[in-house]
């Protein structure tokens, strides 16, 4: 059943995937650049969920604001490199930052929130959200920090010295453009940030998480210092949200209030709970699917209506919310486990609890 | 003075608003421990279907009462339908799953109403018909609108006729029976899923009435208003102690107080470092200071921290 059993076929399997992976960009550059900007972008959201993973799939915590944390990453980047401040620091230093910043804004939601139970947390987090995008919206006075809904443009691209992320230029022969290049540094980051889930998860904090997860009364009873590691997965899953939201705003070199909306939050919660909540590849499928589905049902359903009607009667945008909010409800129902469940969590949640309320 | 007193006016209308959204969460959350997130789209549901047809109307001989009514009378039932279906489909066979995954269903039933929403009535907000004639009342230096004079009581006699529901009938005894226990109110004969499923059809009328009255206040109806009027309302039944039903009246009116008072004050308070423009971040300091201080509100008992 399962072929990745085999050493050889596993090495084969890998072999063959990150072959796939590197010739991606350019098979999708043949179909338009624009596509290479897709898989970038679904990248930053596998990343994203990566992070919200730790927060609600490993440690159970529901957490509706996350992307504050996206955000409170992108604007730091931006304001760190661009001439809204004129400061230029490379991305080197800038991320690391972002992603401290995030993770100070993850202990600060978490410190008085965390011993409220699951529900209550979903919502206080979703306000948490919605605060920190009316500060962004209205910090532009009385001193200007994030200008307002006007937002923050002319944002500095990833450069190592000269190689700067956003040009294209010939390398071996090979024309390599801007977006092709974000791609491999974005692939490189995702790829550390899976082994570091992987590792997490089955490191000592993971096995604590899971445990807060499946009983918190069990856990504590066990010497688990439960606010310090619900804390602890709070700040994890925000500093990812900071790191990713850097990148975003170097890829973008503009970003404004209107990133951060509650609606990217659910986006990423779908991805996650479409995926397989607590599994890392669940999560990685789910986000790269709800990735490109929409885009690929805005290049053939837009077409598809001006044939048929003459015009387009259902937009792009709510097909694609519309698909988030079904996967949200037909996963819990039919499959609460996700595409790809974890071990765990398929016996947690295909079992109903027993009687004792 | 008057400003104070124009505040608490304004502030006691929207409230009024609030308290009977946070009636619909309040109950529901009483008897299944569900925060249904879908809550405020009900209200925004009333409120488009209302102006659907009072927009349908206006250009009728008919009186302006009269027509507001007809609007009503369409809301309610279409969005006791809509609660009705909500909980049939997505949190009846979810009652036994863990927390996580009705509260999970909540957000994408939530999503899929707004975005039917947007399909059906477009991007563009509704305005209300200029029918109603502008009354104004002067007390005290403050200015009353006959259209908050009309919300306030209407508030008032939905808050008086669902206390005696609950209280003073057969069925609000069920209610109650089965949020204490539901297993034992089974066994006392009492069929849950049908007191289920009116506690829905109860809350979703209140929402679609609270969607009118909102809607008229400010004169528009938009397909994504309900998302954070829904968070305040939640606010405000958390704010009063969640499963008390007193409670969600009296935080309602509070929060709708704290935020007319708040963002009359802010600009003075703070030299005009912070505006009015921060109104709504009022309800979620509120609901994130209740939930660290006093997490079973003013009026609520003191519940055990169940995982």
Request: with cysteine.
């Amino acid at each position: 059943m399962n072929i990745f059993a085999n050493p050889r076929a596993k090495w084969v399997g890998f072999t063959l995937i990150a072959i796939a992976l590197a010739g991606l960009p350019f098979a999708l550059a043949s179909a338009g650049t624009a596509w290479v900007r897709i898989a970038n972008l679904a990248i930053l959201f596998v990343f994203l969920s990566l992070g919200l993973n730790i927060v609600v799939g490993f440690a159970g915590l529901l957490d509706l604001g996350y992307i504050a944390f996206y955000a409170v990453g992108a604007y730091v980047y931006a304001l760190l490199a661009s001439p809204h401040f004129n400061l230029h620091l490379p991305f080197w230093v800038i991320l690391p930052i972002g992603a401290l910043v995030a993770c100070l804004f993850g202990v600060l939601l978490g410190a008085p929130t965390l011993k409220l139970r699951g529900d209550y947390l979903a919502i206080v987090t979703l306000g948490f959200g919605e605060i920190v995008r009316i500060f962004l919206n209205n910090l532009s006075q009385p001193v200007n920090i994030t200008n307002g809904p006007q937002g923050i443009s002319r944002i500095d691209p990833f450069s190592f010295g000269s190689f700067s992320f956003s040009q294209s230029e010939t390398i071996l022969g090979v024309d390599v453009s801007g977006p092709i290049k974000y791609y491999y540094m974005l692939l490189a980051l995702l790829l550390l940030a899976i082994v570091v889930n992987l590792r997490l998860q089955h490191s000592r904090i993971g096995r604590a998480w899971e445990a807060i997860r499946e009983d918190e009364i069990a856990a504590r009873a066990m010497g688990i210092d439960t606010t310090r590691i619900k804390l602890l997965a709070f700040a994890m899953g925000a500093s990812f949200g900071g790191i990713a939201g850097g990148m975003f705003s170097a890829i973008q070199g503009f970003i404004s209030p209107e990133s951060f909306v509650l609606v990217e939050s659910i986006m990423v919660l779908s991805m996650v709970v479409l995926g397989g909540m607590g599994n890392v590849w669940g999560v990685v499928l789910g986000a790269v699917l709800l990735s490109f589905v929409p885009e690929l049902l805005r290049y053939t359903v837009e077409p598809l209506q001006k044939s048929l009607f003459g015009r387009s009667i259902i937009e792009p945008e709510v097909i694609r919310m519309l698909l988030f909010g079904l996967a949200l409800v037909l996963m819990m129902l039919y499959r609460p486990a996700g595409l790809l469940p974890s071990a765990v969590r398929k016996r947690e949640l295909s079992k109903p609890e027993d009687g004792a309320e | 003075m008057d400003i104070f007193l124009q505040q608490i006016i304004n502030g006691l209308t929207l409230g009024s608003v609030y308290a009977i959204v946070a009636l619909g969460y309040t109950m529901v959350y009483g008897i299944i421990q569900l925060i249904n997130f879908a809550h405020g789209e009900l209200v925004m549901l009333g409120a488009m279907v209302a102006f659907s047809v009072i927009g349908a109307l206006a250009g009728t001989s008919l009186p302006p009462v009269l027509i507001v009514l007809a609007g009503v009378l369409a809301a309610v039932p279409a969005c006791m339908l809509v609660g009705f279906a909500m909980e049939r489909i997505a949190y009846r066979p979810l009652r036994n799953a863990p927390r996580l995954a009705p509260l999970i269903t909540a957000i994408g039933i939530s999503i899929i109403l707004q975005h039917v929403a947007l399909l059906v009535w477009s991007r563009s907000p509704l305005a209300f018909p200029q029918i109603i004639p502008l009354v104004r009342y002067y007390i005290g230096g403050a200015i009353i609108t006959g259209v908050q004079i009309a919300i306030i009581l209407t508030s008032v006699l939905m808050m008086a006729a669902l206390t005696l529901l609950v209280y003073r009938t057969k069925l609000g005894i069920a209610m109650r029976a089965t949020s204490q226990n539901p297993q034992v109110a089974g066994l006392m004969g009492i069929d849950i899923n049908r007191v289920i499923s009116f506690t829905f059809i109860v809350g979703a009328g209140l929402a679609a009435v609270a969607g009118v009255m909102v809607g008229t206040y400010y004169g528009i109806a938009h397909y994504s208003m309900g998302s954070l009027l829904g968070m305040k309302a939640f606010s405000a039944a958390v704010l009063g102690g969640i499963g008390n039903l007193a409670g969600a009246m009296l935080g309602g009116i509070l929060l709708g107080i704290v935020e007319a008072l708040g963002a009359g004050y802010i600009g003075d308070l703070t030299n005009n470092v912070f505006g009015s423009n921060y109104q709504d971040v009022f309800a979620f300091i509120v609901l994130i200071a209740v939930l660290v201080f006093r997490p079973s509100g003013l009026l609520g008992e003191r519940v055990g921290d169940r995982a």
